[in-house]
Nanobody, 123 residues
Framework: QVQLRESGPSLVKPSQTLTLTCSVS??????????WGWLRQPPGKDQEWMGA???????YYSPAFKSRASISRDTSRNQFALHLSSVTPEDTAVYYC???????????????WGQGTQVTVSS
């Protein structure tokens, strides 16, 4: 059974780069057509899709985050990571990694989720 687990800092200062890692077990991130994505939910708001990486390593992003976000992967550790630069307090949210069966740009298209990790941006 595939499981995803997010890890990273819970508190980040404004202007810093936030890096979160998703560790995947029970499935390889480099096989099949699965897409591996990052999403978030700010307090009181809907979930937002940020971007994703395909099994072949291609990345694609929401226009809202394209200028600040990048997704990388470490295939030897079966992990993928989100890097979000120039964070502000508006980036405070619960961040999730998730898997979709193919290209996916909406939260409802992801059917396997990590438990989420709270990130607060504050000085």
């Amino acid at each position: 059974q595939v499981q995803l687990r997010e890890s990273g800092p819970s508190l980040v200062k404004p202007s810093q780069t936030l890096t979160l890692t998703c560790s995947v077990s029970g499935a390889s991130i480099i096989i099949n057509n699965y897409n591996w994505g990052w999403l978030r939910q700010p307090p009181g708001k809907d979930q937002e899709w940020m971007g994703a990486i395909t099994a072949s390593g291609d990345t694609y992003y929401s226009p809202a985050f394209k200028s600040r976000a990048s997704i990388s992967r470490d295939t030897s550790r079966n992990q993928f990571a989100l890097h979000l630069s120039s964070v502000t307090p508006e980036d405070t949210a619960v961040y999730y990694c998730a898997r979709a069966p193919s290209d996916a740009r909406r939260p409802e298209e992801y059917n396997v989720w990590g438990q989420g990790t709270q990130v607060t941006v504050s000085s």
